[in-house]
């Protein structure tokens, strides 16, 4: 029995319903990941370095103004500061984007921010 | 037309609108955002965060930031010069701004039957809490300072403040949300589509980010485990404060204390509550109704809460959530 041909109207019709089928599934991977964190080390309102923690395979220290910052895979803390009181130290790590930790006498901020603003689920952290 | 070849067309259509469905939802989640101008930086000793949405060519983030610091050079007793450091020195001080903080702030006390008092800076001097020396003060120390925290005793007239019995004034359960009203005041002169500051976690939000007129999205911290968050509020506008027992405290011998004082014992507040989080249309007002309402608690507050048209989300001791008022806030699981 000869083999039935499909007609090449169905044939388009399959190859464009393939492609939409990969683009659905594609499109979503175009989003950079919602998690992906960079570490804004600011001194006097200057931003002196950013880590971007995914890149990260161990903890990295960096000694700033007085302050010295540990960034790990997955959040910062300041783990030792010169200042009198310490606040810095004592506010422990933070790990989602919009946290920041201030050391005020030392004038020096750490900011984690999203790699991608836009899909962040928050504006701005209130505290 | 054969039958498969009319569900072939129906299942492409289908999936057609379905992808331009999806499409359109990724290109809106991008937004067609107006530029974005951000700063970090400290002012008032604390971190100031500013997300300004505006077409302008000139940054209008450090003009805000001096507006802060002029606030500060009038409100901080720290300052020797400020109008605050004079009126504790001689009892007096001519200042529109101090003059209606204390104005504004004498019914919020009235409701808290004295709990909130911004005459409260001769206990809180004692505390130092965030100083260099924070310490849990004798109990002779307390009971000699709490005479002079007396609100009820201020004279305002127009600009002009008195204070006859001593008093201390401290603005700090204010000082945020005022500096959140004066930036937005200068935002808005600037002509700024939108803007979101965080002046040392309280907030301001308004206008739009971009022109679909997306609400912002406040994420509340979780004061259990700071390190995460609580939930989200979403507003086209307003302001947020929030008192928590975690962000100025020292601990001895097993107990805490925080920063958040009941100005009638000169102690920590002692409610029952982790933290109180005030949406509200007026900076200053969010500031102080979160520290009153910390003090009265959550079933207490209500009244009060209605009275300025303000909603709170409140934390208890044992992480209970709870809510007052018309608030669009979505918790996190935990």
New interface residues.
């Given amino acids: 029995m000869p083999k039935k041909r499909l ?1 090449v ?2 044939v388009v ?2 190859a ?2 393939l492609v ?2 990969l ?2 599934f594609l ?2 991977m ?2 950079p990941a919602a998690d992906s964190l960079t570490a ?1 080390i ?1 001194v006097d ?1 200057n931003v002196v370095e950013t880590v971007d923690l995914s890149a990260l395979s161990g903890d990295v220290i960096r000694s700033v103004n007085g302050c010295e910052i540990t960034v790990t895979p997955d ?1 910062v803390r300041m783990t030792a500061a010169d200042c ?2 310490k ?1 810095c130290v004592r506010t ?5 984007a ?1 946290e ?1 930790i ?1 050391c ?1 006498p030392n ?1 020096v ?1 750490v ?1 984690l921010r999203s790699a991608a603003e ?2 962040d ?7 | 037309m054969t039958k498969r070849r009319k569900i072939l067309i129906a299942v492409l259509v289908v999936t057609l609108v379905a992808a331009g469905g999806f499409a359109a939802l990724l290109l809106h989640d991008r937004g067609a955002e107006y530029p974005c101008e951000q700063k970090n930086a400290i002012a008032m000793g604390t971190v100031i965060s500013m997300k300004l949405y505006h077409t302008d060519e000139a940054d209008l983030a450090p003009g805000a930031l001096q507006v802060i610091d002029a606030l500060e050079d009038t409100i901080s007793w720290r300052r020797e010069n400020s109008a605050v450091a004079q009126l504790n020195r001689s009892g007096r001080c001519e200042n529109t701004v101090v003059a209606e903080a204390i104005r504004q702030c004498a019914p919020i006390s009235d409701a808290t039957s004295g709990a909130f008092d911004l005459s409260v800076g001769k206990v809180s001097t004692l505390w130092d809490f965030g100083g260099e020396n924070e310490r849990l003060p004798k109990k002779e120390e307390i009971l000699a300072a709490l005479p002079f925290v007396d609100y009820k005793t201020i004279r305002v007239a127009d600009a002009a403040v008195t204070c006859e019995n001593g008093q201390q004034m401290d603005l700090g359960a204010v000082g945020k949300g005022l500096a959140c009203d004066m930036v937005k005041t200068y935002l808005q002169k600037a002509d700024v589509k939108g803007a979101v500051v965080s002046v040392g976690g309280s907030i301001c939000a308004f206008g739009c980010r971009d022109k679909a007129g997306t609400p912002w999205r406040v994420a509340v911290k979780d004061p259990i485990r700071t390190e995460r968050l609580l939930g989200v509020i979403r507003m086209k506008e307003g302001f947020v404060s929030t008192s928590g027992d975690y962000e100025k405290f020292f601990e001895q011998d097993g107990r805490r204390y925080y920063h958040i004082l009941d100005a009638m014992t000169g102690y920590p507040a002692a409610s029952g509550l982790k933290s109180v989080t005030v949406v509200c249309g007026n900076g200053m007002l969010s500031d102080a109704l979160s520290t009153a309402c910390f003090l009265l608690g959550a079933k207490n507050s209500k009244p009060l809460l209605e009275s300025y048209d303000a909603a709170a989300i409140f934390v208890d001791d044992s992480g209970n959530i709870s809510t007052v008022g018309d608030v669009d806030f979505e918790a996190y699981e935990s």
């Fill in positions: 007609p109207g169905d019709i399959y464009v319903l939409l089928c683009l659905l499109l979503p175009l989003r804004a600011i309102g959040g009198p009181d606040l422990g790590a933070i790990r989602a919009g920041s201030a005020v004038r901020v900011i836009n899909n689920p928050y504006d701005v952290v209130a505290y």
